[in-house]
Structures are given as C-alpha cells and as structure tokens.
C-alpha cells in the first residue's frame, strides 16, 4: 500500500469545486496548490492604445525601402549537356512535337556554339 499522506483539512470557507480539490489531492497524496487570483493589468486600455500609437508613429519616422514589386528577372535555365540537348531534338523532329520547349533547346544549343567560338 502507498505511504498515505495526512489528509488535507478543507476549510468551510472553500467553495464545492475547491472541496472536492482538496480531498482529491489528500487522497492521491499531493500538495493543494491555490491558484493566485488574477491581478489586475499594469496599464489601462487607454495606456496600452497610447503606447501603440507611439510605437507605430516610431516606425513609420523610419525611412524603408519601397516596398514595389522589383520587376523579376528572367532566371536562366540550367543549360543541359550538349548531347542531351541533340537528343530531345533528334526526339521531338522524330515524334512531330515541338512548340516552345523546342525553341528553348534550341537556344541552348545556340549557347553552346557561342561558348566554343570563343574558348
């Protein structure tokens, strides 16, 4: 059997709720914990609003950057290897596809032709 703790003498003064937490608490041998009531806040409403506006006022003192949509660059494509690139071609001429995925193959292949006229 478990060590059994002095049972816990409720106060008439507690309310049913309370009453029934200190006997559960004697029978299963814990401490009662009393709640703190809730203190009241620190500032009003009006304070708190006031403290607010300040704190916004502040901010907007601050000079931001723009915040306008930064047209967005086209981002390149990572260039397929070479023969990769004659593949899909070879592919797309055999099976009749084409459209813009083509014309995309096709200026990589362009850049490759670029890239060994220089080096």
């Known amino acids: 059997a478990p060590a059994e703790a002095p049972p816990a003498a409720p106060s ?5 709720f309370e009453k029934k937490k ?3 608490a004697a029978r299963f041998g814990i401490p009662v ?11 009003t409403k009006e304070e708190r609003l006031a403290y607010k506006k300040s ?10 950057k ?12 990572a260039l397929l290897p070479k023969d990769e690139i004659e593949r899909r071609l070879k592919r797309a001429e055999k099976f009749g596809t084409g459209g813009p995925q083509n014309d995309k ?9 670029f ?5």
């Not at 914990?33 to 500032?43: C, G, L, T």
């Not at 723009?66 to 494509?77: F, G, T, V, Y």
């Not at 200026?107 to 490759?112: I, P, S, T």
Request: proline letters at 13%; glycine letters at 4%; aromatic letters at 4%.
């Open 12 to 16: 008439s003064s507690l309310s049913d």
């Open 22 to 24: 200190a006997d559960r």
């Open 33 to 43: 914990v009393n709640q703190p009531k809730p203190q009241k806040p620190k500032y």
């Open 55 to 64: 704190q916004l006022s502040k901010k907007a003192a601050v000079p931001t």
């Open 66 to 77: 723009s915040k306008k949509p930064q047209p967005q660059k086209p981002k390149a494509e």
């Open 105 to 113: 193959l096709k200026a990589m292949l362009r850049q490759y032709r």
């Open 115 to 119: 890239m060994e006229g220089k080096g």
